[in-house]
């Protein structure tokens, strides 16, 4: 029982305390919170507060509005989206075809995944995949992107691919 209560008072001794630090700094002024921000046609405003005598005073630096034609280019028809989706979908012969090529495209990405959460949890593995990354850009960015006739390779390449998607080769 002796050595018991030795045994514990020596572990009370060893815990040392660590002093509370503050973590509140004069130097620093005291900055308020921003506004609330609202997407709507409301306009923009930009405060700056500056010291000026005993108070704070607020000045506008920039104040924009959005306009009417900036918002019609910007902005989406979803009726019109919808409608061009249905006529697409419409005018497919094999839909089913479609839905299993989608179906297999979200199993591919789950099955990625899972791959690469596999790796992630081996020590070192995630290290060696980031270099052979890294090599492969290099790679990339020497073969294709530094001469000016590697990137007309590439173009035309990329130029091949859409066509072979779209089916019009």
Known sequence: MAMT???SSSVA???TRVPAVSARCSAVPYLPP???RSFGRSS???PLKL???NGLQKVEL???RASSS???STSIDTNELITDLKEK???LENKSTVLIYGGGAIVAVWLSSIVVGAINSVPLLPKVMELVGLGYTGWFVYRYLLFKSSRKELAEDIDSLKKKIAGTE
């Open 5 to 7: 209560v030795a045994a």
């Open 13 to 15: 001794v060893m815990i």
């Open 34 to 36: 921003l506004p609330p």
């Open 44 to 46: 923009l405003t930009v």
């Open 51 to 53: 010291v000026a005598g």
């Open 62 to 64: 920039m104040k924009t």
């Open 70 to 72: 900036e918002e019609t």
């Open 89 to 91: 979908w419409d005018g």
